[in-house]
């Protein structure tokens, strides 16, 4: 039942990987933009190893962190001649890290050749993103060896904790029929580009979703872009934080059906009507979780 996706605002800010820690993170490895060996424009010199694969990626990050910059300015910066500059920026614009614009200032000037500006991509932030992931899975892995997975999903449930704050005054100040919405509107906010979608009794849950279809009518709660999927992969504790977070705010059972966390294309998540919600509350936990119902999968807060 989820619609088409909605357009991907990758701007989260409560994410694992958008910390001021893992800023500069692996920022001369291979998988960060301006890890190729060569692009088109490229002077025809041979690659300086590490140093030129790192210059790149520094001239990359540069973008990333100040937004659109002229090459000049770039090239002051980072203490580049504008031959090396050139060379880097079309590299980076061959291998998709990074797009040309035009100086909003010179638009309107009739004479003289318009400034050229560069921008990061979606493809270049995402690079620098993979590194986050890195990290925060490091992070979590050893606090699971030196910790145990109690203090993982512990992490997990302080985390959540912060958003569910911020979510509570937007969900619970809207009507009960736009809840979901409200919740999916916050979440595209923090970069989910999520979506409610009313479901009829019956209806059969999203195509590839791995959890049962829900018997009940209700919504399902769409989110077609996860930022911290790479780290849910491997540590479920987060996606099941959320979805007990979800359970509170909405103030009603909810079964986790798919995440793309799991290889599904959609993270979806049923949510129960509320008048037959109201009447599973006395088997719910002091902390409105969802019970272990015939309308959970097999795993309960499956993920």
Same mark, same amino acid.
């Given at each position: 039942?989820?619609?088409?996706?909605?357009?991907?605002?990758?701007?989260?800010?409560?994410?694992?990987?958008?910390?001021?820690?893992?800023?500069?993170?692996?920022?001369?490895?291979?998988?960060?933009?301006?890890?190729?060996?060569?692009?088109?424009?490229?002077?025809?010199?041979?690659?300086?190893?590490?140093?030129?694969?790192?210059?790149?990626?520094?001239?990359?990050?540069?973008?990333?962190?100040?937004?659109?910059?002229?090459?000049?300015?770039?090239?002051?910066?980072?203490?580049?001649?504008?031959?090396?500059?050139?060379?880097?920026?079309?590299?980076?614009?061959?291998?998709?890290?990074?797009?040309?614009?035009?100086?909003?200032?010179?638009?309107?000037?009739?004479?003289?050749?318009?400034?050229?500006?560069?921008?990061?991509?979606?493809?270049?932030?995402? *690079?620098?993103?993979?590194?986050? @992931?890195?990290? =925060?899975? %490091? !992070?979590? #892995?050893?606090? $699971?060896?030196?910790? +145990? &997975?109690?203090?993982?999903?512990?992490?997990?449930?302080?985390?959540?904790?912060?958003?569910?704050?911020?979510?509570?005054?937007?969900?619970?100040?809207?009507?009960?029929?736009?809840?979901?919405?409200?919740? *999916?509107?916050?979440?595209?906010? @923090?970069?989910? =580009?999520? %979506? !409610?979608? #009313?479901?009829? $009794?019956?209806?059969? +849950? &999203?195509?590839?979703?791995?959890?049962?279809?829900?018997?009940?009518?209700?919504?399902?709660?769409?989110?077609?872009?996860?930022?911290?999927?790479?780290?849910?992969?491997?540590?479920?504790?987060?996606?099941? *934080?959320?979805?007990?977070?979800?359970?509170?705010?909405?103030?009603?059972?909810?079964?986790?059906? $798919?995440?793309?966390?799991?290889?599904?294309?959609?993270?979806?998540?049923?949510?129960?009507?509320?008048?037959?919600?109201?009447?599973?509350?006395?088997?719910?936990?002091?902390?409105?979780?969802?019970?272990?119902?015939?309308?959970?999968?097999?795993?309960?807060?499956?993920?």
């Amino acid at each position: 039942m989820c619609g088409p996706s909605h357009v991907i605002v990758l701007r989260g800010r409560n994410d694992l990987r958008h910390t001021d820690v893992v800023k500069y993170v692996r920022a001369t490895e291979s998988q960060v933009p301006g890890a190729a060996t060569s692009g088109a424009g490229s002077s025809g010199l041979p690659e300086q190893g590490w140093s030129e694969r790192g210059t790149r990626a520094r001239v990359a990050r540069l973008i990333l962190e100040l937004g659109p910059s002229s090459a000049a300015s770039l090239g002051d910066r980072l203490g580049l001649t504008p031959a090396a500059i050139r060379r880097h920026l079309d590299s980076l614009l061959a291998e998709g890290m990074i797009e040309t614009r035009v100086a909003r200032a010179q638009r309107s000037r009739g004479r003289g050749r318009p400034a050229r500006l560069f921008a990061i991509t979606d493809a270049g932030r995402s *690079a620098f993103e993979h590194a986050y @992931d890195d990290l =925060a899975t %490091s !992070a979590l #892995r050893f606090l $699971a060896q030196t910790s +145990g &997975p109690a203090a993982v999903a512990e992490f997990a449930r302080r985390q959540l904790a912060e958003v569910e704050h911020r979510y509570a005054p937007l969900v619970t100040g809207a009507t009960a029929e736009q809840r979901v919405q409200a919740l *999916a509107d916050a979440l595209s906010t @923090d970069g989910y =580009a999520a %979506s !409610a979608t #009313r479901v009829p $009794a019956g209806d059969q +849950g &999203p195509g590839g979703s791995r959890g049962v279809s829900p018997r009940g009518s209700g919504e399902q709660l769409c989110q077609h872009h996860c930022p911290v999927a790479h780290v849910a992969a491997e540590f479920p504790e987060l996606c099941e *934080a959320e979805t007990e977070a979800f359970g509170r705010l909405l103030g009603t059972p909810v079964q986790r059906l $798919a995440t793309i966390a799991r290889g599904d294309g959609v993270c979806t998540t049923h949510v129960t009507d509320r008048s037959l919600g109201a009447g599973t509350a006395r088997q719910q936990g002091p902390q409105g979780q969802e019970p272990m119902t015939d309308i959970q999968g097999p795993e309960g807060l499956s993920i």
